[in-house]
Protein backbone atom coordinates (compact mmCIF):
# COMPACT_ATOMS: atom_id res chain seq x y z
CA UNK A 1 0.00 0.00 0.00
CA UNK A 2 0.89 3.86 -0.65
CA UNK A 3 0.01 5.99 1.40
CA UNK A 4 0.38 8.68 -1.03
CA UNK A 5 -2.57 7.00 -3.29
CA UNK A 6 -5.31 8.30 -0.45
CA UNK A 7 -6.57 11.77 0.54
CA UNK A 8 -6.65 11.57 4.12
CA UNK A 9 -5.02 9.28 7.09
CA UNK A 10 -7.34 9.13 9.86
CA UNK A 11 -6.25 7.17 13.89
CA UNK A 12 -8.19 7.10 16.42
CA UNK A 13 -6.96 5.77 20.00
CA UNK A 14 -7.40 2.62 21.72
CA UNK A 15 -7.85 3.53 25.97
CA UNK A 16 -6.58 2.41 28.67
CA UNK A 17 -9.19 2.87 32.33
CA UNK A 18 -6.77 4.49 35.52
CA UNK A 19 -10.07 3.69 37.69
CA UNK A 20 -14.07 3.80 37.58
CA UNK A 21 -14.97 0.18 36.14
CA UNK A 22 -18.27 -0.70 34.88
CA UNK A 23 -19.42 2.87 36.41
CA UNK A 24 -19.80 4.37 32.86
CA UNK A 25 -23.33 2.48 32.17
CA UNK A 26 -24.49 3.50 35.73
CA UNK A 27 -24.07 6.87 34.88
CA UNK A 28 -20.95 7.54 37.00
CA UNK A 29 -17.44 9.13 36.84
CA UNK A 30 -15.07 7.24 34.53
CA UNK A 31 -10.95 8.47 34.47
CA UNK A 32 -9.83 6.90 31.11
CA UNK A 33 -7.02 8.02 28.82
CA UNK A 34 -6.05 7.59 25.30
CA UNK A 35 -3.22 5.25 23.95
CA UNK A 36 -0.93 5.98 21.15
CA UNK A 37 -2.09 2.51 20.27
CA UNK A 38 -4.63 3.14 17.92
CA UNK A 39 -6.36 2.19 14.08
CA UNK A 40 -5.47 3.61 11.38
CA UNK A 41 -7.63 4.17 8.32
CA UNK A 42 -6.40 5.41 4.99
CA UNK A 43 -9.29 6.61 2.67
CA UNK A 44 -10.05 8.24 -0.69
CA UNK A 45 -13.68 8.71 -2.37
CA UNK A 46 -14.18 6.05 -5.18
CA UNK A 47 -17.03 7.95 -7.02
CA UNK A 48 -19.36 4.61 -6.37
CA UNK A 49 -21.95 4.02 -3.97
CA UNK A 50 -19.48 0.82 -1.99
CA UNK A 51 -16.89 0.84 0.61
CA UNK A 52 -13.68 -1.25 -0.62
CA UNK A 53 -12.32 -2.39 2.48
CA UNK A 54 -8.71 -3.97 3.17
CA UNK A 55 -6.15 -4.11 5.36
CA UNK A 56 -2.13 -3.61 5.55
CA UNK A 57 -2.40 -6.96 8.40
CA UNK A 58 -4.74 -9.03 6.79
CA UNK A 59 -5.36 -10.75 3.30
CA UNK A 60 -9.22 -10.14 3.73
CA UNK A 61 -11.01 -7.41 1.29
CA UNK A 62 -14.64 -6.68 1.98
CA UNK A 63 -17.03 -4.87 -0.30
CA UNK A 64 -19.92 -3.02 1.73
CA UNK A 65 -22.80 -1.67 -0.54
CA UNK A 66 -23.72 1.60 1.14
CA UNK A 67 -27.52 0.77 1.11
CA UNK A 68 -26.64 -2.94 2.25
CA UNK A 69 -25.13 -2.00 5.73
CA UNK A 70 -27.35 -3.85 7.62
CA UNK A 71 -26.59 -7.35 6.52
CA UNK A 72 -22.63 -7.28 7.56
CA UNK A 73 -23.30 -8.86 11.23
CA UNK A 74 -21.74 -12.11 10.51
CA UNK A 75 -18.68 -11.03 8.86
CA UNK A 76 -15.14 -11.87 10.01
CA UNK A 77 -13.65 -8.68 9.33
CA UNK A 78 -15.42 -6.08 8.31
CA UNK A 79 -18.82 -6.10 10.71
CA UNK A 80 -17.34 -3.53 13.31
CA UNK A 81 -16.72 -1.07 9.94
CA UNK A 82 -19.84 -1.51 8.69
CA UNK A 83 -21.93 -0.97 11.74
CA UNK A 84 -20.45 1.99 12.23
CA UNK A 85 -20.95 3.18 8.44
CA UNK A 86 -24.79 2.39 9.30
CA UNK A 87 -24.62 3.71 12.76
CA UNK A 88 -23.35 7.25 11.21
CA UNK A 89 -25.79 6.83 8.36
CA UNK A 90 -28.76 6.49 10.78
CA UNK A 91 -27.31 9.87 12.76
CA UNK A 92 -28.63 11.76 9.43
CA UNK A 93 -25.14 12.15 7.66
CA UNK A 94 -23.69 11.83 4.36
CA UNK A 95 -21.96 8.46 3.82
CA UNK A 96 -19.93 8.39 0.25
CA UNK A 97 -18.50 5.84 -1.60
CA UNK A 98 -14.62 5.30 -0.82
CA UNK A 99 -12.01 2.88 -0.27
CA UNK A 100 -10.22 2.00 3.07
CA UNK A 101 -6.86 0.51 4.06
CA UNK A 102 -6.98 0.00 8.11
CA UNK A 103 -4.54 -1.36 10.03
CA UNK A 104 -5.05 -1.68 14.04
CA UNK A 105 -2.02 -1.54 16.44
CA UNK A 106 -4.35 -2.37 19.67
CA UNK A 107 -4.30 -6.14 20.14
CA UNK A 108 -7.47 -7.92 19.43
CA UNK A 109 -9.04 -8.90 22.73
CA UNK A 110 -6.66 -7.06 25.10
CA UNK A 111 -9.52 -5.26 27.10
CA UNK A 112 -7.92 -1.97 25.69
CA UNK A 113 -10.78 -1.28 23.56
CA UNK A 114 -9.45 -2.23 19.88
CA UNK A 115 -13.24 -2.23 18.96
CA UNK A 116 -13.64 1.51 19.93
CA UNK A 117 -10.61 2.08 18.13
CA UNK A 118 -12.08 0.56 14.72
CA UNK A 119 -15.59 2.40 15.14
CA UNK A 120 -14.24 5.69 15.87
CA UNK A 121 -11.48 6.15 13.05
CA UNK A 122 -13.97 4.52 10.55
CA UNK A 123 -16.43 6.91 10.97
CA UNK A 124 -14.51 9.80 11.53
CA UNK A 125 -13.09 8.53 8.06
CA UNK A 126 -16.75 8.05 6.72
CA UNK A 127 -17.44 12.08 7.47
CA UNK A 128 -13.48 13.84 6.59
CA UNK A 129 -14.15 11.37 3.10
CA UNK A 130 -17.34 12.92 2.61
CA UNK A 131 -16.25 16.50 2.73
CA UNK A 132 -18.14 16.79 6.52
CA UNK A 133 -16.69 18.26 9.77
CA UNK A 134 -17.47 16.53 12.71
CA UNK A 135 -18.30 16.40 16.30
CA UNK A 136 -15.95 13.94 17.89
CA UNK A 137 -18.65 13.30 21.08
CA UNK A 138 -21.00 12.68 18.19
CA UNK A 139 -18.62 10.36 16.81
CA UNK A 140 -18.24 8.73 20.15
CA UNK A 141 -22.28 7.89 20.73
CA UNK A 142 -22.78 6.65 17.02
CA UNK A 143 -19.56 4.29 17.66
CA UNK A 144 -21.57 3.34 20.67
CA UNK A 145 -24.19 2.32 18.90
CA UNK A 146 -22.68 0.40 16.67
CA UNK A 147 -21.02 -1.72 19.19
CA UNK A 148 -24.80 -1.95 21.03
CA UNK A 149 -26.66 -2.53 17.68
CA UNK A 150 -24.12 -4.18 15.47
CA UNK A 151 -21.87 -6.13 17.65
CA UNK A 152 -24.30 -6.86 20.79
CA UNK A 153 -22.35 -5.59 23.41
CA UNK A 154 -24.80 -3.50 25.99
CA UNK A 155 -21.72 -1.27 26.51
CA UNK A 156 -21.14 2.05 28.24
CA UNK A 157 -19.80 5.01 26.51
CA UNK A 158 -16.02 5.38 28.23
CA UNK A 159 -14.08 3.65 25.53
CA UNK A 160 -15.49 5.47 22.35
CA UNK A 161 -15.68 8.66 24.29
CA UNK A 162 -12.18 7.63 24.98
CA UNK A 163 -11.21 6.63 21.99
CA UNK A 164 -12.56 10.07 19.72
CA UNK A 165 -12.23 12.79 22.69
CA UNK A 166 -8.73 11.46 24.31
CA UNK A 167 -6.06 14.55 24.98
CA UNK A 168 -2.15 13.73 25.08
CA UNK A 169 -0.82 12.99 28.34
CA UNK A 170 -3.89 14.11 30.15
CA UNK A 171 -6.24 10.88 31.55
CA UNK A 172 -10.26 12.39 30.94
CA UNK A 173 -12.97 12.88 34.19
CA UNK A 174 -15.77 12.12 32.11
CA UNK A 175 -19.27 11.87 33.59
CA UNK A 176 -21.27 9.63 31.85
CA UNK A 177 -24.25 10.95 32.67
CA UNK A 178 -23.85 14.24 31.52
CA UNK A 179 -20.72 13.87 29.13
CA UNK A 180 -19.35 16.32 30.83
CA UNK A 181 -15.32 16.43 30.53
CA UNK A 182 -12.37 17.34 32.71
CA UNK A 183 -8.66 17.36 31.29
CA UNK A 184 -6.53 15.92 34.23
CA UNK A 185 -2.91 15.89 33.05
CA UNK A 186 -1.31 12.52 33.99
CA UNK A 187 1.94 13.48 35.85
CA UNK A 188 3.35 10.02 37.43
CA UNK A 189 6.55 11.93 38.52
CA UNK A 190 9.25 9.38 39.12
CA UNK A 191 6.69 6.39 38.36
CA UNK A 192 5.74 4.90 35.25
CA UNK A 193 2.14 3.02 34.15
CA UNK A 194 2.63 -0.06 32.87
CA UNK A 195 0.09 -2.36 30.95
CA UNK A 196 0.74 -6.00 31.25
CA UNK A 197 -1.98 -8.32 28.93
CA UNK A 198 -2.46 -11.30 30.22
CA UNK A 199 -3.11 -13.12 26.72
CA UNK A 200 -5.97 -14.58 27.70
CA UNK A 201 -8.18 -13.52 24.51
CA UNK A 202 -11.76 -12.40 26.14
CA UNK A 203 -15.00 -11.89 24.20
CA UNK A 204 -17.46 -9.55 25.78
CA UNK A 205 -20.51 -10.60 23.93
CA UNK A 206 -20.08 -13.74 25.70
CA UNK A 207 -19.03 -13.23 28.77
CA UNK A 208 -20.82 -11.64 31.86
CA UNK A 209 -21.05 -8.29 30.78
CA UNK A 210 -24.76 -7.98 30.02
CA UNK A 211 -25.67 -9.69 32.77
CA UNK A 212 -23.84 -7.39 35.15
CA UNK A 213 -25.23 -4.71 33.47
CA UNK A 214 -28.65 -6.22 34.13
CA UNK A 215 -27.88 -6.93 37.35
CA UNK A 216 -26.69 -2.90 38.45
CA UNK A 217 -30.40 -1.92 36.83
CA UNK A 218 -32.45 -4.24 39.01
CA UNK A 219 -30.27 -2.63 41.67
CA UNK A 220 -30.74 0.68 40.51
CA UNK A 221 -35.11 -0.02 40.10
CA UNK A 222 -35.08 -1.44 43.57
CA UNK A 223 -33.24 1.78 45.17
CA UNK A 224 -35.23 4.38 43.89
CA UNK A 225 -38.11 3.22 45.10
CA UNK A 226 -36.71 4.55 48.48
CA UNK A 227 -34.33 7.07 46.99
CA UNK A 228 -34.47 10.42 44.36
CA UNK A 229 -31.70 9.07 42.21
CA UNK A 230 -31.33 9.13 37.94
CA UNK A 231 -28.97 6.32 38.12
CA UNK A 232 -26.90 3.87 40.67
CA UNK A 233 -24.27 5.91 40.40
CA UNK A 234 -26.34 8.88 42.25
CA UNK A 235 -26.11 6.64 45.36
CA UNK A 236 -24.05 7.86 47.82
CA UNK A 237 -21.79 5.46 50.19
CA UNK A 238 -24.26 6.80 53.45
CA UNK A 239 -26.93 6.13 51.43
CA UNK A 240 -26.16 2.66 50.44
CA UNK A 241 -25.78 2.08 54.11
CA UNK A 242 -29.10 2.81 54.71
CA UNK A 243 -30.66 1.15 52.26
CA UNK A 244 -28.81 -1.78 51.15
CA UNK A 245 -31.48 -4.17 53.03
CA UNK A 246 -33.42 -3.41 49.45
CA UNK A 247 -31.38 -5.65 47.50
CA UNK A 248 -30.72 -9.15 47.39
CA UNK A 249 -27.40 -10.95 47.75
CA UNK A 250 -25.60 -10.76 44.36
CA UNK A 251 -26.91 -7.88 43.48
CA UNK A 252 -26.29 -6.11 46.65
CA UNK A 253 -22.61 -6.47 46.12
CA UNK A 254 -22.74 -5.79 42.90
CA UNK A 255 -23.76 -2.17 43.86
CA UNK A 256 -22.01 -1.77 46.53
CA UNK A 257 -18.91 -2.08 44.31
CA UNK A 258 -20.59 0.88 41.94
CA UNK A 259 -21.15 2.31 44.88
CA UNK A 260 -17.51 2.69 46.48
CA UNK A 261 -15.90 2.64 42.98
CA UNK A 262 -17.47 5.92 42.12
CA UNK A 263 -16.16 6.97 45.54
CA UNK A 264 -12.93 5.99 44.30
CA UNK A 265 -12.75 8.10 41.21
CA UNK A 266 -13.48 11.38 42.62
CA UNK A 267 -10.70 10.70 45.13
CA UNK A 268 -8.00 9.28 42.40
CA UNK A 269 -8.95 12.83 40.41
CA UNK A 270 -8.08 14.30 43.57
CA UNK A 271 -4.70 12.52 43.70
CA UNK A 272 -3.66 12.92 40.71
CA UNK A 273 -4.02 16.61 40.51
CA UNK A 274 -1.94 16.69 43.80
CA UNK A 275 0.43 14.01 42.54
CA UNK A 276 -0.14 11.80 45.55
CA UNK A 277 0.92 8.67 43.79
CA UNK A 278 0.72 6.82 47.17
CA UNK A 279 -3.10 7.49 47.24
CA UNK A 280 -3.46 6.36 43.52
CA UNK A 281 -2.10 3.50 43.88
CA UNK A 282 -3.88 2.55 46.84
CA UNK A 283 -7.49 3.41 45.02
CA UNK A 284 -6.34 1.05 42.31
CA UNK A 285 -5.96 -1.82 44.43
CA UNK A 286 -8.70 -1.57 46.32
CA UNK A 287 -10.54 -1.02 42.95
CA UNK A 288 -9.03 -4.58 41.78
CA UNK A 289 -10.05 -6.29 44.90
CA UNK A 290 -13.69 -5.09 45.15
CA UNK A 291 -13.98 -6.09 41.08
CA UNK A 292 -12.50 -9.57 42.18
CA UNK A 293 -14.66 -10.20 45.11
CA UNK A 294 -17.96 -8.07 44.56
CA UNK A 295 -18.33 -7.07 41.01
CA UNK A 296 -16.77 -10.45 40.19
CA UNK A 297 -14.94 -9.80 36.67
CA UNK A 298 -11.26 -10.31 37.28
CA UNK A 299 -10.82 -14.48 36.88
CA UNK A 300 -7.58 -16.36 37.74
CA UNK A 301 -5.21 -14.75 35.06
CA UNK A 302 -6.07 -10.91 35.85
CA UNK A 303 -5.84 -12.01 39.49
CA UNK A 304 -2.62 -13.57 39.04
CA UNK A 305 -0.78 -10.64 37.49
CA UNK A 306 -2.21 -8.44 40.04
CA UNK A 307 -1.19 -9.77 42.96
CA UNK A 308 2.61 -10.32 41.45
CA UNK A 309 1.74 -6.27 40.64
CA UNK A 310 1.28 -6.04 44.50
CA UNK A 311 3.61 -8.24 45.79
CA UNK A 312 6.96 -6.09 44.34
CA UNK A 313 7.98 -3.23 46.82
CA UNK A 314 8.38 -0.96 43.02
CA UNK A 315 4.41 -1.13 42.65
CA UNK A 316 2.16 1.82 44.05
CA UNK A 317 -0.78 -0.10 43.00
CA UNK A 318 -2.25 -1.95 40.19
CA UNK A 319 -5.51 -3.03 38.97
CA UNK A 320 -7.37 -4.68 35.89
CA UNK A 321 -8.52 -2.42 33.48
CA UNK A 322 -11.77 -2.46 31.02
CA UNK A 323 -14.37 -4.90 31.22
CA UNK A 324 -12.59 -7.56 32.88
CA UNK A 325 -12.42 -11.45 32.08
CA UNK A 326 -9.59 -11.28 30.71
CA UNK A 327 -7.11 -8.23 29.29
CA UNK A 328 -5.06 -6.07 30.44
CA UNK A 329 -4.17 -4.70 34.07
CA UNK A 330 -2.19 -1.46 34.49
CA UNK A 331 0.49 -0.84 37.77
CA UNK A 332 1.60 2.41 39.38
CA UNK A 333 5.75 1.57 39.26
CA UNK A 334 8.90 3.61 40.63
CA UNK A 335 10.58 3.95 37.46
CA UNK A 336 13.54 2.87 38.94
CA UNK A 337 12.36 -0.85 39.85
CA UNK A 338 10.43 -0.76 36.80
CA UNK A 339 12.93 -2.93 34.95
CA UNK A 340 13.08 -5.41 37.83
CA UNK A 341 9.11 -5.45 38.43
CA UNK A 342 8.18 -6.61 34.67
CA UNK A 343 10.41 -9.38 35.00
CA UNK A 344 9.18 -10.37 38.36
CA UNK A 345 5.92 -9.93 37.29
CA UNK A 346 6.41 -11.77 33.91
CA UNK A 347 8.11 -14.87 35.77
CA UNK A 348 5.59 -15.34 38.38
CA UNK A 349 2.88 -15.16 36.30
CA UNK A 350 3.92 -17.31 33.83
CA UNK A 351 4.76 -19.92 35.94
CA UNK A 352 1.57 -19.82 37.46
CA UNK A 353 -0.49 -19.58 34.78
CA UNK A 354 1.27 -20.99 31.81
CA UNK A 355 0.38 -17.60 29.92
CA UNK A 356 3.25 -15.35 28.42
CA UNK A 357 2.26 -11.84 29.07
CA UNK A 358 2.94 -8.88 26.82
CA UNK A 359 3.65 -5.29 28.67
CA UNK A 360 3.16 -2.46 26.60
CA UNK A 361 5.41 0.49 26.05
CA UNK A 362 2.30 2.82 25.38
CA UNK A 363 1.89 6.42 26.15
CA UNK A 364 -0.91 8.80 26.31
CA UNK A 365 -2.34 10.45 23.27
CA UNK A 366 -5.05 12.28 21.68
CA UNK A 367 -7.82 10.54 20.25
CA UNK A 368 -9.05 11.20 16.62
CA UNK A 369 -6.17 12.37 14.25
CA UNK A 370 -6.97 13.55 10.52
CA UNK A 371 -3.98 14.03 8.20
CA UNK A 372 -4.47 15.43 4.61
CA UNK A 373 -2.65 13.19 2.43
CA UNK A 374 -3.83 14.82 -1.09
CA UNK A 375 -5.85 17.87 -1.81
CA UNK A 376 -8.33 16.98 -4.94
C1 LIG B 1 -16.07 -2.27 28.44
C2 LIG B 1 -17.22 -1.41 27.93
C3 LIG B 1 -17.22 -0.04 28.62
C4 LIG B 1 -17.13 -0.17 30.14
C5 LIG B 1 -16.02 -1.14 30.54
C6 LIG B 1 -16.03 -1.45 32.02
O1 LIG B 1 -14.83 -1.73 28.06
O2 LIG B 1 -17.13 -1.21 26.55
O3 LIG B 1 -18.36 0.69 28.24
O4 LIG B 1 -18.37 -0.56 30.67
O5 LIG B 1 -16.12 -2.37 29.85
O6 LIG B 1 -15.73 -0.31 32.76
Known amino acids: M ?40 YVRANGTDK ?12 TLGLS ?36 CS ?7 SS ?24 VALAAQRAECDYAGVNCGIMDQYSSACGKKDCAILLDCKTLEREYVPLVLGDCALVIVNCNKPHN ?11 ETEEAFKALKTKLDISCLADVTTAEFGKYSYLLGGKVRDRARHVVEECDRVEKAAEAMKKGDLVTLGNLLTTSHKSLKELYEVTGKELDALFFAAIAHPACLG ?37 YAPRIFDASIADGITVTEINRR
Open 318 to 354: SRMTGAGFGGCTISIVKKDGAEDFKEYVTGRYEKETG
Open 51 to 62: INLSWTTLDDKV
Open 204 to 214: LAESKYNERRA
Open 106 to 112: VPFGSGL
Open 115 to 138: SAAIEVSTIAALATVAGESFDPVE
Open 68 to 103: ELGSYRNLRYGNYQAGSALAWKNAGHKLVGCDMVQS
Open 2 to 41: NEKDYDYKVTAAGRVNIIGEHIDYCGGKVFPAALSLCNTV
